[in-house]
């Protein structure tokens, strides 16, 4: 039996300075209060500064808001240079469900953009100020994907949301086991994580594409308020990277049969995302496109 997981076990973070990207809405949201709470200095990296600026004083406590847009290679590339120091964690949390297929300024297919390469590129080019950790938000998601890395955007092969967001999240999960692969072997100081938020009553569909039809809304949302965690709960798998003294390389989940609602605890990933060749792969894949590596 697990036992119930309580953000009072974050402790005291004051003097801690935490970046989560996509910091305005559902989890991410959830996720920056949180910490705020307990005493760190959020920097919420977000598109939208003026919605930023009013979730910074809606959470109240220690935040700044820096502007970032993880579907445009030069918003990451100037993220670096728009606030000063290091920082103890960096939590990639920031995600997209698109529902047409579109590709970035960069020519990347959009979900595959925003939720990997995005982040791939932002951790890579702020290494070096990291003292602590880097914590990805994967999602089972990735238990029925495959990556064609004979056609990573999608070019060739039929493109459907669902399927497209899976892959773009078991790439996550394939460069976070590559990624703690590489922290481990120069014996680095920093810790990289995998979470699963579950199935959360966010806006996450609602805030990825516009053009969706209402009715796609009510069905989920009607589903989520029986099914899904509420932010907050989403937000745990996340935060309990950063309280709990768990593996470097870990992947947290949800605690029920499912994965959709439930407590934090430790999880499983499928064959293909513990397969260490395939991840080198897919690295040197996002290397290549990003123009970025991790300085170890």
């Given amino acids: 039996m697990t036992t119930h997981w309580s953000p009072t076990r974050l402790g005291n973070l004051t003097g801690q300075r935490i970046i989560v990207t996509g910091a305005t809405n559902g989890v991410g949201l959830a996720t920056a209060g949180a910490l705020a709470r307990a005493g760190a200095h959020v920097i919420l990296a977000v598109r939208n500064l003026e919605l930023g600026a009013q979730r910074a004083a809606e959470i109240g406590g220690d935040t700044s808001v820096v502007k970032l847009d993880l579907a445009d290679q030069s918003s990451v590339r100037a993220f670096p240079d728009l606030f000063d120091g290091d920082v103890d964690v960096l939590i990639n949390n920031a995600g997209v469900v698109a529902q047409h297929r579109t590709e970035t300024v960069d020519g990347f297919e959009s979900t595959l953009g925003t939720n990997f390469l995005g982040p791939f590129a932002l951790t890579n080019l702020l290494f070096d100020r990291v003292r602590s950790k880097i914590v990805n938000v994967g999602s089972d998601a990735h238990k029925a994907a495959t990556f064609p890395l004979d056609d990573p ?15 773009s999240k078991l790439a996550v999960m394939l460069w976070g086991l590559e990624l703690d692969r590489r922290l481990r072997a120069a014996n680095s100081p920093v810790t990289t994580y995998l979470t699963h938020p579950g199935w959360v009553a966010s806006n996450l569909s609602n805030v990825s594409d516009t053009r969706v039809m209402s009715a796609f809304h009510t069905v989920v949302k ?5 099914l899904a ?20 390389g870990s992947y947290v989940g949800i605690d029920s049969r499912l994965g959709l609602k439930g407590a934090p605890t430790l999880s499983g990933r499928s064959a293909e995302a513990s397969d260490y060749g395939i991840a080198a792969r897919l690295m040197a894949f996002a290397e290549k496109e990003t123009g970025t590596t991790i300085p170890v």
């Avoid at 955007?153 to 967001?165: E, Q, T, V």
């Avoid at 009607?222 to 029986?226: I, P, R, S």
């Avoid at 965690?229 to 470097?248: F, H, K, R």
């Fill in 222 to 226: 009607a589903a989520a308020g029986v």
């Fill in 153 to 167: 955007h999608l070019r060739s092969r039929a493109w459907r949301s669902f399927p497209a967001y899976g892959r």
């Fill in 229 to 248: 965690n509420d932010t907050d709960a989403g937000a745990a798998p996340t935060l309990y990277c950063l309280s709990e003294p768990i593996p470097p």
